[in-house]
């Protein structure tokens, strides 16, 4: 079978993606986040060995405080171009991405490798040309400074945007038996089976891969909906993908983002339950011991360009060319995403902490809620209300978020503080002060505890 001609130039569009580094500052990697524990950082210079990385890369990792022993690591892989591989310094300081870390007692790592402008992105974004080794490395070091060794043997989970799909995706054809799920938005490998002629070096695909959870994560305004834009081969290139590995029986599905492009819009609040599912099926109890087999009594199927999912039982297509759904929770939350990206929520976040006060300035911690991650703080005083933080939630490619996003799904820099200074507080009046989380559907917490001036 021949490798359709659109889909090798829509992943070299992604692969040289530009449109997200418009307005970076130079040189882009010299503003870095502070990496104090729980957040540890290992940098690599580039190599000039054969086979070995040629460019420079930041790994940054969280821990989460208070744990032991580790069960896993979340990866969370940016794009191509100058503007992505920056984006990438901030992963690990996402508190939503945290939030599905801690539950899975796992690390949550980013990368940042540090592309120049119109480089080769193949060069990382392939994990033969040595960005698997330069990242199985950083698990040792980074397991020798965070003070948890066993970071090097652990599972992982495998969350990659445009060519972060490419190399998240490579690296379940090279290791499935690492990879407990991935999720690879807008961007796919390309395997042996289907191409005869490609400047992209194409994957075998093992059986291991097959037992492999993978969901393929195109914008509909990539050549689904809208067959002429830059990006319009992504849809073909993952449309082959899902049938070459489903065809074979592979746990592979497709959920079709209704609203996009490139950019990464909402898929979290489908793909943070999904990587749930998934972990929970997955990981072992005892850390060290292999990945469980993902189960499949209780599958759900559904049509690839969206629809209705039904039990695998009940459905009336080819199972091997339906999207793979491991169970009814997962094909509900398929089901919402697929059609207007809002996936329901009933579930409260978790009440802020830590709250203090100091002069006029408050401060406090919180964790994301799990399924909608956190939009705002509402402010009391006194019992009323006082203010919102931030005053205006943004983020200019999906729901407004408190820590704000880059194009590849990051909190942006300076990241954004838990802090609010009363301006209008009266002098020596001894006033008491909540904080309420708020999530991106709405739902908010219940007050922390008061906090008093001191």
Not at 389 to 396: G, T, W, Y
Not at 417 to 432: L, V, W
Request: contains cysteine; hydrophobic residues 35%; glycine residues 8%.
């Amino acid at each position: 079978m021949r490798y359709p001609r659109c889909t090798i130039l829509g992943f070299m569009l992604c692969s040289m993606l530009l449109v997200e580094a418009a307005d970076k500052p130079k040189p882009p990697y010299d503003v870095f986040p502070p990496a104090t524990p729980p957040y540890y950082r290992v940098r690599y210079d580039a190599s000039t060995k054969a086979g070995e990385l040629i460019f420079p890369v930041n790994y940054t990792i969280w821990i989460p405080p208070g744990i032991t022993t580790l069960r896993g690591v979340i990866v969370h892989q940016h794009g191509c171009g100058e503007g992505s591989c920056r984006s990438g310094l901030t992963g690990a300081y996402d508190l939503h991405w945290q939030a599905l870390a801690r539950k899975h007692d796992c690390a949550l790592l980013a990368p940042s490798y540090e592309q120049p402008d119109k480089a080769d992105c193949q060069m990382w974004c392939d994990p033969r040309n040595g960005s698997a080794a330069a990242f199985q490395k950083c698990l040792v070091d980074l397991g020798e400074k965070s003070g948890h060794p066993e970071l090097s043997k652990l599972p992982w989970a495998l969350w990659g945007h445009s060519g972060g799909g490419h190399w998240a995706g490579g690296m379940v054809l090279l290791h499935p038996e690492r990879v407990a799920a991935a999720w690879l938005r807008s961007g796919v490998p390309l395997l042996k089976a289907n191409t005869t002629r490609s400047t992209i070096k194409p994957h075998n695909l093992p059986d291991a891969a097959l037992k492999v959870p993978v969901m393929c994560n195109p914008g509909t305004k990539e050549g689904l909906t809208v067959k002429d834009s830059r990006f319009g081969g992504v849809w073909p290139a993952n449309e082959v993908f899902f049938n070459e590995i489903r065809a074979k029986g592979g746990l592979v599905s497709v959920a079709v983002d209704p609203l996009s492009s490139h950019e990464c819009g909402n898929q979290r609040y489908f793909a943070i339950p999904w990587f749930d599912a998934c972990l929970t099926a997955r990981l072992p109890k005892v850390s060290g011991e292999k990945l469980k087999t993902m189960p499949t009594d209780g599958t759900w199927l559904g049509p690839i360009t969206g629809g209705e999912a039904v039990p695998a039982s009940k459905f009336t297509g080819d199972p091997l060319k339906a999207a793979w759904l491991p169970n009814e929770a997962v094909a509900k939350g398929w089901m919402e995403y697929v059609k207007d990206t809002k996936v329901s929520d009933t579930t409260l976040p978790p009440s802020p902490t830590q709250v203090r006060l100091i002069g006029n300035e408050l401060t406090w911690e919180a964790q994301a809620d799990l399924e909608s991650g956190l939009a705002h703080f509402v402010i009391e005083r006194d019992g009323k209300f006082l203010a919102t933080v931030p005053e205006v939630a943004k983020n200019p490619f999906g729901r407004p978020i408190f820590q704000n996003l880059q194009y590849s799904d990051t909190p942006t820099q300076p990241l954004v503080p838990m802090k609010y200074i009363d301006t209008n507080a009266e002098a020596g009046k001894p006033h008491t002060y909540r904080v309420i989380a708020v999530n991106t559907v709405g739902l908010k917490s219940k007050p922390s505890e008061e906090a008093k001036a001191k």
